[in-house]
């Protein structure tokens, strides 16, 4: 067979097939069916030792897209859509009104591993950035004093709202 008609025909072969989709990613949704009670803030959850049991409440900063780690911000911190005039920011979500080390000092990292120690794969539905949410978990703290909650689990206490027009990010 001639390579240029051997080429179109394993077009036409291709063409008949449905693309393959990429799989998806399953959920994880820890969230507890009840409040786990008095929480720390972010700050005073960072000065705990390696390997305590904890409740932290912050709000969601960020999400890792894939991963069930999102990073928890203290919520003494305003988000800019919470000061005054900001709320027509196309990003009210953020705290770009901080400075890094403002942000920096007030933020650990929360993750679900497995059976297995390594953090879980899979998207977490039930969390949207700013949720104030009570983590309850293990604090962790590395050689450069950064603190890791392992969650068992999460309860959302609060769900702020966007102005008309805005949608939250993907």
């Given at each position: 067979?001639?390579?240029?008609?051997f080429c179109i025909s394993l077009a036409a072969f291709a063409c008949g097939k449905e693309a393959e989709k990429p799989p998806a990613l399953a959920?994880?949704?820890?969230?507890?069916?009840?409040?786990?009670?008095?929480?720390?803030?972010?700050?005073?959850a960072k000065e705990k030792g390696h390997g305590e049991e904890v409740v932290v409440e912050g709000r969601v900063q960020e999400i890792v897209k894939g991963l069930?780690?999102?990073?928890l911000?203290?919520?003494s911190l305003d988000y800019c859509g919470q000061r005054p005039g900001t709320m027509t920011d196309d990003t009210p979500w953020d705290?770009?009104?901080?400075?890094?080390?403002?942000?920096?000092?007030?933020t650990l990292t929360v993750e679900s591993r497995g059976p297995d120690g390594r953090v879980r794969a899979g998207a977490m539905?039930?969390?949207r950035l700013l949720d104030l949410v009570a983590v309850k978990g293990r604090a962790e703290k590395d050689e450069h004093g950064n603190v890791t909650v392992v969650t068992t689990g999460w309860f959302r206490r609060e769900r702020p709202d966007l102005p008309d027009g805005l949608h939250w990010p993907e």
């Open positions: 067979m001639r390579p240029v008609a959920a994880v949704d820890l969230a507890l069916a009840s409040d786990p009670g008095a929480a720390l803030s972010v700050k005073a069930a780690v999102f990073r911000i203290d919520a705290y770009c009104c901080e400075t890094p080390e403002t942000r920096t000092a007030a539905p039930s969390l």
